[in-house]
C-alpha cells in the first residue's frame, strides 16, 4: 500500500490598524504555508503616518518593530501592523510656547487640536497634497462645526502648492473656519489651488471674531455659490 504522509499547512491572517496596510503578502488570509517556512511581511504607512510595531501572535517574527521582516510559520498565526499619526515634535501648543509645524503632515495635523497655538518652523512643500484623500487633496484646519480659534504665525515663511478639491464642501481654504479671537499672521501661500462650495478662500474659507494678518495668497481659488474671495 501506499503510504502518503500528510503535512499540515498553515495560514497567516493579517490585518492593519488606520494609517497604513500590509503591502506583502497582503491584507487577510495567506497560504498555506508549510511548517517551518519563512514568510517575508512588509507594512507601508499612509501619508502623515508612520509604523509602529507587529501585534498579535508574533512570537516568530523577527522584528516586531521593523515594518519590513519576516515570520517562521509553525501554525496558524494571526498579527496586526499598528500604525500612528505623525505628531508634532517642537511646543506644548501654548502661547508662550506654540507648536512648531515642519512639515505638511504636521500642518494637517492641526485639525486635531483647534485651540492650541502654532507657528512655521521653515517654508512648507505642499505639493504632494495633490494626491491626498483620492484627489480631494489638504482638509481644510477647521469647519463650521469646529472652527480653528487658536493662533497661527508663519513668521514670515511660505507654504508652497496647497491642493484643495472640494466643489462639494462649504468653509475651505487653508483654513476653513477661524473664530472668537482665532488668528492667521505673517505666512504666505503660493502656487495654491484651491476648490470648494461656499465660503471659499486661499487662507481662510469664513471668519468671525477673529484676525488675519501681514499674510497673502498667490494662486487659483474656485467656488461655485458664494463668498468666494482670496
Known amino acids: 500500500d501506499d503510504v502518503r504522509i500528510y503535512t499540515p499547512g498553515y495560514y497567516l491572517t493579517a490585518s492593519s490598524t488606520t494609517g497604513g496596510s500590509i503591502s ?5 488570509m495567506t ?3 508549510t511548517l517551518g517556512q519563512i514568510v517575508n511581511i512588509s507594512a507601508i504607512a499612509s501619508t502623515c503616518y508612520h509604523f509602529v510595531n507587529w501585534t498579535g501572535n508574533t512570537g516568530t517574527i523577527a522584528d516586531i518593530n521593523a515594518s519590513s521582516t519576516t515570520i517562521t510559520m509553525n501554525e496558524n498565526y494571526p498579527i496586526q501592523a499598528n500604525f500612528a499619526l505623525n505628531t508634532i515634535s517642537e511646543g506644548d501648543g501654548s502661547a508662550g510656547n506654540p507648536y512648531l509645524i515642519q512639515d505638511i503632515c504636521a500642518l494637517q ?14 517654508d512648507i512643500d505642499a505639493s504632494t497634497t495633490s494626491s491626498w484623500n483620492s484627489g480631494a487633496g489638504f482638509i481644510p484646519i477647521g469647519n463650521n462645526s469646529n472652527r480653528f480659534t487658536g493662533s497661527f504665525n ?4 511660505t507654504v508652497t502648492g496647497l491642493f484643495i478639491n472640494r466643489s462639494t464642501t462649504d468653509y475651505v481654504g487653508l483654513f476653513g473656519f477661524i473664530y472668537s479671537g482665532g488668528m492667521v499672521s505673517n505666512v504666505s501661500l503660493v502656487n495654491a489651488t484651491i476648490t470648494g462650495k461656499n465660503y471659499v478662500g486661499g487662507l481662510v474659507g469664513d471668519s468671525l471674531y477673529s484676525s488675519i494678518n501681514t499674510s497673502s495668497y498667490i494662486g487659483f481659488v474656485h467656488g461655485s455659490v458664494q463668498c468666494v474671495g482670496g
Do not use: D, I, R
Not at 24 to 28: A, L
Open 24 to 28: 506583502y503578502p497582503g491584507q487577510g
Open 31 to 33: 497560504g498555506p504555508y
Open 109 to 122: 495635523n492641526m485639525n486635531s487640536n483647534l485651540s492650541a497655538h502654532y507657528g512655521l518652523a521653515n
Open 154 to 157: 508663519g513668521y514670515g515663511h
